[in-house]
């Protein structure tokens, strides 16, 4: 129970910093928090839609916000990285629905906002969308009102690779109502797609695995399991030279991953090197 309660800490301290940073940064924009830990520290990867309010003039803002994350979570030498969402911010979830949330505090009726989101996000090109405003709307009751448009998945371990969700709140006079904004993205790749490969290109597959062995992506290694592959690719890495350069340490620290998987990991690497010699 030890290993458990120390993943469950380690998740619960995650979420309270991500709530934490999301308060500091609003009106920025806020569309993502990916926490990895490395050997320099720990690294934040933030998503926004206006980086330099979370930034500040001269840096001021993310150097205040870095010291708060030490003081309040005891966060090892924390290193924010900010990236733009730029021309995508349609196709963020979390984005869009603080938007909306905006939207409905500025006064706006719950239905033209509601297909108002809808349409922004399907016309930046998404599989399908889905709009969910809940609390009390139009009278004394609590309802909730739904706005759906193209393909969405509800459960299953795919909606984990293909569906983005985004929560935000809306404070009005009535009282606070509940926005939550499901997005399938355009390059969502569902089971059920199959595509059926010509001769030809069977051939250049393989012309090309048998030129470039090493250095190819981790999906095409049949010995590693695609759950761990996630992972690697989460942090970064996608070929076989980038994860046989790394330590052992280096690799345990991939979120996800221990001592003991990566000291088997960098066997078969070395395996897959041998048999490429």
């Not at 928090?33 to 001021?60: C, N, Y």
């Not at 509601?114 to 090109?125: E, N, Y």
Request: hydrophobic share 40%.
């Amino acid at each position: 129970m030890v290993a458990e309660r120390k993943f469950i800490k380690e998740k619960v301290k995650r979420m309270l910093v991500k709530e934490f940073i999301m308060k500091e940064i609003e009106g920025a924009g806020f569309g993502g928090l990916d926490i990895q830990r490395t050997p320099m520290g720990t690294r934040l990867s933030m998503l926004v839609e206006r980086p330099g309010l979370v930034i500040g003039r001269g840096g001021a803002n993310i150097n205040k916000l870095s010291k708060e994350l030490v003081e309040k979570f005891q966060l090892d030498n924390p290193q924010i990285e900010i990236q733009e969402v730029g021309n995508n911010a349609a196709l963020n979830a979390q984005i869009m629905a603080e938007k909306l949330a905006e939207a409905l505090e500025r006064g706006w009726h719950f239905r033209r906002a509601g297909h108002a989101t809808v349409k922004r996000i399907m016309d930046a090109g998404a599989k399908g969308c889905q709009v969910i405003i809940s609390g009390k709307l139009t009278g004394e009751r609590h309802r909730t009102e739904k706005f759906t448009e193209g393909h969405i998945k509800y459960c299953g371990e795919i909606v984990k690779e293909v569906m983005d969700e985004g929560y935000a709140i809306a404070k009005l006079k009535p009282g606070i109502l509940g926005v939550k904004v499901r997005i399938m993205k355009p390059d969502a790749k569902l089971p059920d797609e199959i595509h059926i490969k010509t001769v030809e290109e069977t051939k250049t597959e393989e012309k090309k695995e048998e030129k470039q062995p090493v250095g190819t992506k981790l999906s095409k290694i049949k010995e590693l399991d695609s759950s761990l592959v996630k992972k690697l690719e989460k942090a970064g890495i996608e070929t076989i030279e980038e994860l046989y350069d790394m330590s052992i340490e280096e690799i345990a620290s991939i979120e996800g991953l221990n001592d003991k998987i990566a000291k088997t990991l960098k066997e078969k690497l070395e395996k897959i090197i041998k048999e490429v010699k």
